[in-house]
């Protein structure tokens, strides 16, 4: 009976985080401490000894790139100064920040009668925050039919944020939710995790006002600002129209150039009025022509034309032509 009393013992001190050197026992009551972000923490480190001794107490925060000192001679060190106290070898820690996260060292050493002896046992310190105001990017406006993606995302927040859209004021649902008891099928993904909501596609039903909510547990849940997405149609017909507009004023253009040849405009004293300085500019009530350059077989011109509305509103238009001189 008493045997079996001895196992449990050490077993409930291996549960603690118990280390062992000769002539000091050394754990803690809490390895993982969670606290909330500017309220206090007590990171835990208790020791025992067989004889009395002067006992050194050292706490050090062990990370990625090194180990550095908190509590070393009976001084605080670093940030730790006046918002950190002792009690006996425990820390009692106010104010946390998230910066406090991590992983404590605590280091007990005596001097024993086989000289300096040491222990040590660890903590680890997570620090609670609430989210902060997420970031939302929607798109003010969508084509139907295409695939469009919305995102939400805040980096503050832990543990880390789940997200959840909203349109028009009311939750929308994740596509493994049931609706009255049934299943349906969403036309978007959304994304807790990631907080991405995709429309593949897009329709007209998904006009609305969308905003995006975020929440950890750790604080009330905080949302974006309310953007609005409008979804509409292709205009096939218009695209058609501006093609054919183009298409027409191309044309004109062309038949300008050739009305102008066919009228002996372009002849060979082209060669002679190029030494001229200024540019040769034939008038017309509607075509203006501009040399631009010659060679022996062909000509090049920019075509400009100028058409003025009822409205003595002026549209100029150019494109360029080519032709053989014969």
């Known amino acids: 009976m008493a045997r079996r009393r001895v196992l449990l013992l050490l077993a409930y001190l291996g549960s603690l985080g118990y280390h062992k050197a000769y002539g000091i026992d050394v754990y803690t009551e809490k390895e993982h401490v969670t606290a909330r972000e500017f309220e206090e923490a ?7 000894v067989k004889k009395e001794t002067s006992i050194r107490v050292e706490w050090k925060k062990v990370r990625s790139s090194g180990v550095s000192f908190v509590y070393y001679n009976r001084t605080f060190v670093g940030n730790f100064t006046g918002r950190a106290e002792m009690w006996n070898s425990n820390i009692r820690l106010r104010n946390v920040t998230r910066q406090d996260a991590g992983k404590y060292r605590c280091e007990i050493s005596a001097a024993t009668e086989q000289g300096q002896d040491a222990a040590e046992t660890e903590v680890s310190l997570s620090v609670l925050v609430p989210p902060a105001l ?5 798109p003010s406006s969508a084509m139907s039919g295409t695939v469009t993606e919305l995102r939400c995302k805040e980096n503050e927040g832990f543990p880390a944020s789940k ?8 939750a929308l649902l994740e596509s493994t939710e049931s609706r009255r008891g049934k299943k349906w099928r969403a036309s978007y993904t959304m994304n807790t995790t990631t907080g991405t909501l995709l429309f593949n596609p897009v329709s007209n ?5 969308y905003y995006c909510e975020a929440a950890n547990g750790i604080g009330p849940p905080k949302k974006c600002l309310v953007k609005r997405m409008q979804v509409d149609d292709l205009n096939v017909g218009g695209i058609i129209a501006a093609v054919v507009i183009v298409s027409l004023i191309i044309a004109s253009c062309g038949l300008g150039v050739y009305y102008a040849q066919t009228k002996g405009y372009f002849s060979k004293r082209n060669s002679s009025e190029k030494k001229n300085s200024k540019p040769s500019i034939l008038q017309n009530k509607s075509v203006s022509i501009l040399h631009q350059q010659s060679s022996r077989r062909a000509n090049s011109y920019n075509c400009f034309l100028k058409v003025k509305t009822q409205a003595s509103v002026e549209i100029h238009l150019a494109t360029a032509v080519t032709y053989k001189a014969g």
């Open 42 to 48: 007590i990171l835990s480190c208790i020791y025992k």
């Open 134 to 138: 997420p970031v939302c990017v929607v």
């Open 163 to 170: 997200y959840r859209w909203y349109r028009n004021g009311i």
């Open 205 to 209: 039903n998904d006009t609305g006002e």
